[in-house]
């Protein structure tokens, strides 16, 4: 049991690293792109475990400028903390309002603190100062963290909610703010074409011939073949009259019926069964499909590692597969048709353990592309505190011809949402420990 749970650690932490910093990579790029401050990049939410700052942020100082535990510009050395209080000027530069260095003791009389002069129209930032002179200052004010509790990261941008704050989030229009926030799931939605292109340039076992018994693997939720009764591990031998021996040959009768129902011949078990099948059209994909997912077997193989051009372009197909069968599997869900089967972390890392011992680097990939998919569509959803429902609340501004939702009500919202996800996650996760001590996988269903 422990060498199961340090495989599992092993291979799931690794997956939910590069999921979460790949997602978190498009808020930081877009934002940075749009000229919005970001403040910090973490891994993991708080409390911190370490982290570090970068960046070359110049800050100009002025006969304005106040210092707390600090006598002036002379005190500013290099590698000294320090928070700041900067507003704009008219032409885009940062202005030192007031700078604190957060060391212990009295501060000096008569100079109030940050959180007593803070003003909320100042942008708020802290970091390591590389080098000061007189008149201005140039700082590391970029955290990049690592932190304790392993569930996602994020990326902290200047007045998230405020735009009177120099260079937020909130001071940029609806689409540049829109962009910001779908930017994550655009990078999700990406990232299993680069999966996918490693997986085929990895050597696997590619059929010698195209034919074969043509086996069900995947019933979609909902679709047409379950509604008619495949089950998986079910051979079609014959569509409409025709011999099938090669997983294209029932897509091309799926097409030629045009929604008109296709009798399938199956072998399950021992026996044979006749099943009658009515497509389904996919207006996105303007295709005819049964819901099935299928592979050849008894068939002869060779290993082959695809070229790189040859992966990129089987990747891209692949990956709008996996999107037209999880569009299916979700429109099932929303129809009352099958439920889906809920893990939370606890369950993902068993998973994500187990696939990997039976499958290798190859069912590892597989299982980052599914969950990486998952992780796309899951945030784009309008779901209050994740990315799409503040992106609801971007669209609702854009109806109401920039009148924005108050601070006040929008943050309510997400914090209830963020309520109800954490409770969610408890009770998955407390159903994952119950199977994990009880012995049962979370692959068994």
Partial sequence: MIEGFLIAIGTFVPMLVILVVVHEFGHFFTAKAFGVKVLEFGIGYPPKAFGFYTGNTTVLLNQETQFINLSGPQDLTRGRVIKVSSTEDASGNLVARIIESPQKGSKAKGIQSLQELGSDEYLKHEGKVREASSNSM???????????????????????SNPAVPKSLASKGVGPRAIVLAAGSFMNALLPIVFFTILFMLPHDVPIGDTGDVTVVNVVAGSASEAAGVQP?????????????????????????????????????????????????????????????????????????????????????????????????????????????????????????????????????????????????????????????????????????????????????????????????????????????????????
């Fill in 233 to 445: 591990g079910d051979i079609i031998v014959r569509a409409n009259g025709f011999g099938m021996d090669k997983t294209s040959d029932l897509a091309e009768v799926v097409q030629e019926s045009a929604g008109s129902p296709i009798e399938l011949l199956v072998v399950r078990g021992d026996g044979q069964e006749v099943l009658q099948v009515t497509p389904q059209f996919d207006a996105p994909g303007n295709r005819w499909l049964v819901g099935v997912s299928m592979q050849l077997i008894n068939v002869a193989v060779e290993r082959r590692s695809e070229a790189p051009w040859t992966a990129v372009g089987m990747a891209f197909s692949s990956t709008w597969d996996m999107l037209v069968l999880l569009k299916q599997e979700v429109s099932g869900w929303i129809s009352g048709n099958g439920a889906p089967e809920l893990s939370g972390p606890i369950g993902i890392a068993q998973i994500t353990g187990e696939v990997t011992q039976q499958m290798g680097i190859q069912g590892w990939l597989l299982l980052a592309i599914l969950f990486s998919i998952n992780l796309a569509i899951l945030n784009i959803l309008p779901i209050p505190m994740l990315d799409g429902g503040r992106l609801l609340f971007v669209g609702i501004e854009w109806v109401r011809r920039g009148k924005r939702v108050s601070p006040e009500r929008e943050g309510l919202v997400h914090l209830i949402g963020f309520i109800v996800l954490i409770s969610l996650i408890v009770l998955i996760s407390a159903n994952d420990i119950s199977k994990l001590i009880q012995g049962v996988s979370p692959l068994a269903g």
């Fill in 138 to 160: 140039i700082i590391a004010d970029m955290v990049y963290s690592v932190n304790w509790t392993p569930l996602g990261g994020f990326v902290k941008l200047a007045g998230e």
